[in-house]
C-alpha cells in the first residue's frame, strides 16, 4: 500500500476536512480532520478510520498506523 491508497480508503468513508498520510511504506502517520469526531472520544475516533480500512491491518498491508484525529474546531486551535 501507499499513501494515496490509504487516504483514499479513508476518504471514501469518512468525510474529511483534511486528510495527510505519510509514510515508509510500513509504519504509516495520518493527520485527519472531519466533523464526524465531533463529540467523540479518541478511542471512537481511531476505531471510526479502523473502520475504513477494513481488514488491512490485520492482514499486515498496513503494519502500523499513527494517527491525529481532529475536528475542524480543534484543528483551528
Not at 50 to 68: C, F, N, P
Amino acid at each position: 500500500m501507499n499513501a494515496q491508497e490509504i487516504e483514499q480508503l479513508i476518504a471514501a468513508s469518512l468525510a474529511c476536512e483534511q486528510l495527510e498520510v505519510t509514510g515508509d511504506g510500513r509504519h504509516w502517520n495520518a493527520v485527519i480532520v472531519s466533523e464526524a469526531f465531533t463529540g467523540k472520544r479518541l478511542i471512537q475516533r481511531h476505531q471510526m478510520v479502523y473502520a475504513t480500512l477494513g481488514g488491512r491491518m490485520a492482514t499486515d498491508e498496513i503494519h502500523a498506523l499513527s494517527m491525529k484525529t481532529l475536528t475542524p474546531q480543534e484543528a483551528q486551535a
